[in-house]
Nanobody, 117 residues
């Protein structure tokens, strides 16, 4: 079982930056791919960025170049740095942990990101 708590969402102006953080707790976290997903109202949740315990990262093609995902295995945290934010980036962002052993997914409660002037 993994518990995830996100922080860092809020209101930002277009073109601005925001950093989201996720604190994970549980056992064998090095066996999980950590990542961020987002969900726009009425839409399905979509992958934003993923990172393995070894630090390999994968980004949604449409968001590449504006995001940086990082992971601190010693502190069990995952951070998403978002730059040049656009109004369409506004969504609820969810931290995710996917077990490489079972394939199970665990989710945080979500954090709202609003991009508006």
């Amino acid at each position: 079982q993994v518990q995830l708590v996100e922080s860092g969402g809020g209101l930002v102006q277009p073109g601005g930056s925001l950093t989201l953080s996720c604190a994970a707790s549980g056992s064998f976290l090095n066996r999980y791919i950590m990542g961020w997903y987002r969900q726009h109202p009425g839409n399905q949740r979509e992958m934003v960025a993923l990172i393995t315990a070894g630090g390999s990262a994968l980004y949604a093609e449409s968001l590449k170049g504006r995001l940086t995902i990082s992971r601190d295995n010693a502190k069990d945290t995952v951070t998403l740095q978002m730059n040049s934010l656009k109004p369409e980036d506004a969504a609820v962002y969810y931290c995710n942990a996917e077990s490489t052993v079972t394939g199970n997914h665990y989710w945080g409660q979500g954090t709202q990101v609003t991009v508006s002037s």
